[in-house]
């Protein structure tokens, strides 16, 4: 190949390297801008992405449906599903049924088995089996010095059993998902963890000046 | 300097003439020249490498003080410089390979870092494999285009990952498919590319032992239902690569660099020794295979190609050398296949593999004598004694039996060395 050919190979590489961040940064921008606002309820653990820093990690109490025998027998884990959303009393969202293939109603989102096995709980006469479903959200990126703190706050909030849970606020567009906050009280939980930084940190000053 | 006073001295010696320093000096400093080269490559390589993945951990701090904006902006400015590095060198420093790799290797990790900075941005549920396949298949013409080794080399390593990563977890790999395979023929094609340029090159060196490494780590993920017929695979490959190790292309090279055959013969043995117990052969002999499902699974498949890959090379080689030159390992991936259908239905084959290993042994042995390679001798006397060793856990010899067979090889070891080192001081004599 002639140095001619290279250089605009190279070019055509180079937008692509850039086009490819810059169609995922589009892409989220829209749902957040345009698509539809659900609460989930969540609960949480802690792993450590070496590739993304901290992040809390969220289990979603929603996330347990129960689908009839037939519709999903050759069901595998990891396969992909679409979730019919309906949001319950209170506000936050549940899961109604499970797809193998897109619904026409609008209010789903792509999602994935988790795992699926036999009901524990007796359902009434048709045999029952329960999909446990893997939501495309369930990471949620904290500054690295916050992600301690918030997870234990997390924990806390969990523990108290309060009137007002834990949820994270996402927005659905075409069964696109993006997490856009996790709210404990409905204040945000970064809000919450740089409010009880920076009282420590001022009662650490007032400690010092004594 | 040196160099100046011994030539003068030769020529005052009579030994060489003027016009001979001359060559001999003129040959030092083109060395020289290129050896300053090859370092300037292996600093500005490693210097690239290592900022790489310190933006990629600084990104991983995930700023909250930044806005969003910014922080989108800055997931670009890592991948544009590294563009406009890779694209100088391109074309201002078409001929240093300092240039050419270490702009690459940084451009490889800004890649990198822009997806994860943007995944950290909106939160997306990327799982570490879907992450790695963007990145990489974004960094794979980077190699041709820019005629990148190191970048090769990182991607080799980066596929690895990817497949371990989807193929080992049961979670993923029932329905995620493993690119793996698609992954690694595209590379290839850098692989002929170097073979026939720069054979004798570090990066060929480099290369030959990542890809078949790479090979080894991920054939596994194949397995499933039938995973015994794995190992037929893994032989029948590692007698492939110990073929290959004895080409003429490889074993002219020092043994240091024929990963090949270092592989092949390692691993060949290190299997059949884990197979000397008997486990393997209880379960296979229980185990009901359906055979409808057998012939038409991806384990047979794989094993038959690689077998056949393998037997292809045998026969070229038995072709053309001759018959008492071709190495025994050469050969134990087709009594291998034979004593796992044997495996099957009796209990013999454990004892065959036993046999088996212990002729090997004695074989390399005679290979090392013959040779008079110490190195050699004392692999064939270490692959004897681990086989004692094995033996001695599962046997039900007597302690006396056990002890008086240690006593045994312990004195081959001695006597072997000793008599090797008095024949070379004969010799010398």
């Known amino acids: ?210 | 300097m040196t160099l100046q006073k011994e030539t003068t001295e030769l020529i005052k010696a009579g030994i060489i003439s003027e016009e001979t320093a001359e060559k001999i000096k003129g040959y030092y400093k083109t060395k020289e020249t290129s050896s300053t080269n090859r370092l300037f490559v292996v600093f500005g390589v490693l210097g690239a490498i290592l900022v790489g993945l310190g933006i990629i951990l600084i990104i991983a701090h995930n700023w909250d003080n930044i806005s969003k904006t910014i922080k989108t902006v800055l997931a670009f400015v890592p991948l544009i410089i590294g563009q406009v590095f890779a694209g100088y060198s391109l074309l201002k420093r078409k001929d240093s390979h300092a240039w050419k790799e270490s702009s690459s290797a940084f451009l490889f990790f800004s890649v990198g870092a822009a997806i994860s900075l943007i995944s950290q941005i909106y939160n997306i549920h990327g799982n570490l494999s879907s992450f790695l396949f963007t990145w990489l298949l974004l960094c794979l013409p980077l190699v041709y285009v820019m005629r990148s080794s190191i970048t090769s080399l990182l991607y080799i390593a980066g596929i690895t990952y990817y497949s371990v990563e989807i193929g080992y977890s049961s979670y993923l790999s029932s329905v995620n498919y493993n690119f793996y395979w698609i992954l690694l023929l595209l590379i290839l094609p850098y692989y002929y590319l170097l073979f026939k340029n720069k054979p004798k090159s570090n990066s060929m060196i480099f290369h030959n032992w990542l890809l078949p490494l790479s090979f080894l780590i991920s054939l596994g993920t194949i397995a499933d239902k039938n995973e015994e017929l794995m190992f037929i695979a893994y032989v029948s490959l590692l007698g492939m690569f110990y073929l290959v190790g004895n080409t003429k292309f490889f074993s002219e090279q020092k043994l240091r660099n024929n990963s090949y055959k270092i592989l092949g013969s390692l691993g060949t043995i290190g299997i059949l020794l884990n197979l000397s117990f008997n486990w393997f052969w209880q379960d296979l002999r229980v185990k009901e295979f359906v055979f409808e499902q057998l012939f038409s699974s991806n384990e047979f498949i794989v094993s038959s190609i690689i077998t056949v890959l393998a037997l292809g090379l045998l026969f070229f080689r038995m072709k053309n050398v001759n018959l008492k030159n071709v190495k025994p390992i050469s050969h134990i991936f087709v009594l291998f296949i034979l004593i796992f259908i044997l495996g099957m239905t009796s209990s013999v084959a454990v004892i065959l593999i036993n046999l088996i290993v212990f002729v090997i042994g004695i074989l390399t042995i005679r290979e090392g004598a013959g040779q008079n390679h110490l190195g050699i001798l004392n692999y064939g006397l270490l692959i004897i004694t681990i086989l004692v060793v094995c033996r001695f856990f599962d046997t039900e010899l007597s302690f006396v039996l056990r002890g008086l067979l240690f006593v045994i090889v312990g004195t081959g070891f001695f006597f072997a060395n000793y008599l090797m080192l008095k024949k070379r001081k004969h010799a010398t004599n």
Do not use: C
Not at chain 1, 99 to 110: R, S
Not at chain 1, 122 to 130: A, C, G, I, P
């Open chain 1, 1 to 210: 190949m002639t140095q001619k050919i290279i250089f605009p190979i190279f070019i055509v590489l180079a937008l692509i390297q850039i086009y490819v961040p810059a169609k995922m940064i589009l892409n989220n921008e829209d749902v957040l801008k345009t698509g539809k606002e659900y609460k989930f309820r969540t609960a949480p653990i802690d792993p450590n992405d070496p590739f993304r820093g901290k992040y809390i990690s969220l289990r979603y109490e929603e996330s347990l449906t129960r689908v009839k025998t037939d519709t999903f027998r050759k069901w595998e884990r990891g396969q992909d599903i679409y979730v019919l959303l309906e949001q319950d009393s209170l506000g936050f969202a549940k899961a109604k049924t499970v797809y193998e293939k897109k619904p026409l109603n609008n209010n789903y989102v792509k999602a994935k088995v988790a795992y699926y096995g036999n009901s524990f709980f007796k359902m009434s006469e048709s045999k029952s089996y329960v999909v446990n479903i893997d939501y495309p959200f369930d990471e949620f990126y904290m500054e690295e010095s916050k992600a301690l703190d918030a997870e234990k706050l997390y924990n806390m909030s969990r523990r108290r059993q309060t009137a007002k849970p834990a949820y994270a606020l996402i927005k659905i567009k075409n069964g696109d998902a993006v997490l856009k906050d996790v709210m404990i009280e409905g204040i945000s939980i970064k809000d919450i963890v740089k409010a009880n930084q920076d009282s420590i940190d001022s009662s650490k000053n007032i400690q010092k000046q004594n």
